[in-house]
């Protein structure tokens, strides 16, 4: 059963990616990843998810060259937005939620 203090520390992982980039969700992982295998699974599922869209938004920049980039780009920064609220949503519920078309590397 989970708590209410690790339902919030899940959901702080995404909230605070908004303000801090990756920063604070690894703060919050790795000083929490032993005692909860619930903030552990967002915390992963945060970097998989950080660790993807980097490669993506890498790919769509040199895309630019031959104009498609330039439609990638938005989709992509909105899609990151979205997928990180419903995230955060989701952890705040108590539900892991698997982000989609991320690279399971962590």
Do not use: Q
Request: proline share 3%; hydrophobic share 60%; glycine share 6%.
């Amino acid at each position: 059963m989970l708590n209410k203090d690790e339902k919030l520390l899940a959901a702080l992982i995404y909230i605070a990616s908004f303000f801090t980039a990756f920063i604070g969700p690894l703060i919050i992982w790795l000083i929490k990843k032993e005692e909860s295998s619930f903030i552990d699974f967002h915390g992963r599922e945060y970097l998989n998810f950080l660790i993807s869209y980097t490669i993506y938004g890498i790919v769509a920049t040199v895309l630019c060259f031959v104009v498609i980039g330039f439609l990638i780009l938005p989709v992509l920064g909105l899609a990151g937005v979205i997928f990180t609220i419903i995230a955060a949503v989701k952890a705040y519920e108590g539900k892991e939620y698997r982000i989609p078309l991320i690279f399971r590397i962590i």
